[in-house]
Structures are given as C-alpha cells and as structure tokens.
C-alpha cells in the first residue's frame, strides 16, 4: 500500500544499521510519456508497469557484485567494526508483484 510508513521504517533501519545501502523502488518510474492513462484519465502510476524493474533489478545486482564500491558510490561509510557486515535494504510498494526473469524455483520437497 502507498503511504504505509515503508520509507520512514527504511529510513530507520538506514541509520540503525552498518555498512547499509537502500534502493529505493520510486527512483525507477518510468517517465511521464510512458505512463498508460486509465480509463478514469489519471496516469496510472501504482501499477507494475509504470516501473523500470529491469533498471531496479540492475542496480541490485550492482550490490551484489560489490557492495564496498555501491557503498562508497553511495555515500554510504563503511563502519570499520562490522566492514564484513553489508546490507542491503529494497524498498517499494510493489517489490513483491515482480516474477523475477529467469527465476528458478526450489521443489517444496527439497525444503526442509
């Protein structure tokens, strides 16, 4: 849901934990020429399509493949006492609607 208090609890977990960077879903709408209009004549801006996921899921994997050098490109300071300790914080009202390409999903029967 929109305006449920997820920035504010990202912004919170920013500051209480180490070595922590955030990417958050909104810096990935696409641009305004490129949002459908609905049929009430609003552009329909809580709808999947209304975001690059691709640009998001990029920027993760930026994380992944370094998270000292996102960090640092960032402004994110790395805590000498926790400099193994990376985390990484998403943060969007629509994270969870994604089927993410090329997924690969565990057979319940190899879950413990």
């Given at each position: 849901m929109t305006n449920g208090g997820k920035t504010t609890l990202t912004n919170s977990l920013l500051r209480?934990?180490?070595n922590c960077?955030?990417?958050?879903?909104?810096?990935f709408f696409k641009p305004q020429d490129q949002i459908a209009v609905g049929e009430d004549?609003?552009?329909q801006w809580d709808v999947l399509e209304s975001l690059d996921?691709?640009?998001m899921l990029d920027t993760v994997q930026a994380w992944l493949s370094s998270p000292r050098k996102f960090a640092r490109a960032h402004g994110v300071s790395i805590q000498p006492e926790a400099s193994d300790t990376h985390i990484?914080?998403?943060e969007g009202f629509l994270l969870y609607s994604y089927n993410l390409p090329r997924r690969h999903k565990v057979p319940?029967?190899?879950l413990p």
């Open positions: 209480a934990l180490p960077c955030v990417i958050h879903q909104d810096d004549g609003f552009k996921m691709e640009a990484l914080l998403l319940r029967e190899a």
